[in-house]
């Protein structure tokens, strides 16, 4: 196998960079995440072109964790696999993400958000990726029991020993949330970035959690843009037996595939054709038309869905009648 060379023009302009929050990083429009499809039952292959495609591109920025899979762990191998293999991908470029916080380990120290936790893991993920350094560690999640001040505590002192230039937090609730910023913020270690799931089929950041991060000079980034997979063309005539609704381990149910969504995908389909878009494109124009948003992490299964949804950013605005009536569909 020939060695692998990075396409000279990746940073030719067609992938436009957003400054994260109040920071001097900024993070590609449209960023790739490790949760599905790089997991031990994935082809390496595959996955390496993906990467490669994604980095010539002018994607910079990969998000993982430590229990994407399967088996957990098993997508961070992956990735360290890849670049180990990629020799001329410069880690100066690279915008490498992990987390702790769900489920990794038996017994009562593998889960959650604690100190023990997150030191922890973090060092099982370096080893797995084979790195000095993650870019941005995040708490995963707020787990319910660890007081605030544990978790940021730990996140503060893994800034402090160089294991990661910044960090980031996760699905928190809001007052969860602004205790984190405060924290961080008075211990001179600033959230870099929150990331939570925003996409036309859950709105929720919109009540306020994207006008938090800003208002706390934190970037957001959307994971899930496209509703794992309902807000492209996967669905539309069926389940597709390699779909992330067939895997066992996908995350994405049947249950989420009813009529009322189908009917909800037809027409949203319908609006995009007439802004020349396919669904997908749209999909991820519409979470990125709000300039508060510095990323949206897709996932994907091939370089043909990668090449067609990095076409998302072409047209990113949307008129006044055209968001009334997406709302409307949304709504309905
Ligand atoms: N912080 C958190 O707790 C959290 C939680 C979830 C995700 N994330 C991050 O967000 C990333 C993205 O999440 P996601 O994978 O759910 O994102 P997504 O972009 O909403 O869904 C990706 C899936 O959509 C399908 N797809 C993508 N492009 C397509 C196209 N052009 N045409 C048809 N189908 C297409 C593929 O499904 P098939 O596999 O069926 O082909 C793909 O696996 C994750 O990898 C992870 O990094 C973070």
């Given at each position: 196998m020939a060695v692998y060379i990075p396409d000279?023009?990746?940073?030719?302009?067609?992938m436009k960079f957003r400054r994260c929050g109040n920071s001097g990083i900024v993070l590609p429009e449209i960023s790739l995440g490790l949760w599905h499809n790089f997991g031990d039952n994935s082809s390496f292959t595959n996955c390496r072109e993906m990467v490669h495609y994604a980095f010539d591109n002018g994607i910079t920025h990969f998000d993982l964790a430590n229990n994407y899979g399967p088996a957990p762990g098993a997508s961070e191998e992956m990735f360290g696999r890849i670049l180990k293999d990629s020799v001329l991908i410069p880690r100066e470029e690279l915008i490498v993400t992990t987390k702790a916080g769900h489920e990794m380990w038996d017994g009562p120290y593998g889960n959650g958000s604690s100190r023990k936790m997150l030191i922890t893991s973090l060092n099982q993920s370096l080893t797995r990726m084979n790195l000095d350094y993650v870019d941005i560690f995040y708490s995963h999640r707020y787990d319910g029991v660890t007081p605030i001040e544990e978790t940021m505590q730990a996140l503060i002192d893994i800034v402090k020993s160089g294991k990661a230039l910044y960090v980031g937090i996760s699905k928190y609730p809001l007052d969860k949330a602004q205790m984190a910023y405060d924290y961080l913020k008075e211990n001179n270690v600033r959230c870099l970035v929150y990331q939570g799931r925003y996409s036309m089929f859950n709105r929720d950041p919109e009540n306020g959690i994207i006008e938090q991060a800003y208002n706390n000079g934190a970037g957001f980034v959307a994971f899930s843009p496209l509703a794992q997979g309902l807000l492209t063309d996967r669905y539309v005539h069926g389940i597709p037996s390699d779909s992330r609704i067939s895997k066992p381990e996908g995350h994405l149910q049947r249950e989420q595939l009813n009529e009322q969504v189908l009917d909800k995908i037809r027409s949203l389909t319908a609006v995009a054709q007439k802004r020349g878009q396919t669904l997908a494109e749209m999909a991820l124009a519409w979470v990125l038309r709000d300039s508060k948003v510095s990323s949206v992490i897709i996932g994907a299964s091939s370089v043909s869905q990668l090449k067609s949804n990095l076409k998302g950013v072409a047209n990113l605005s949307f008129g006044k009648e055209e968001e009334m009536i997406i709302d409307d569909i949304l709504n309905r």
């Open positions: 000279k023009n990746r940073y030719d302009g067609t």
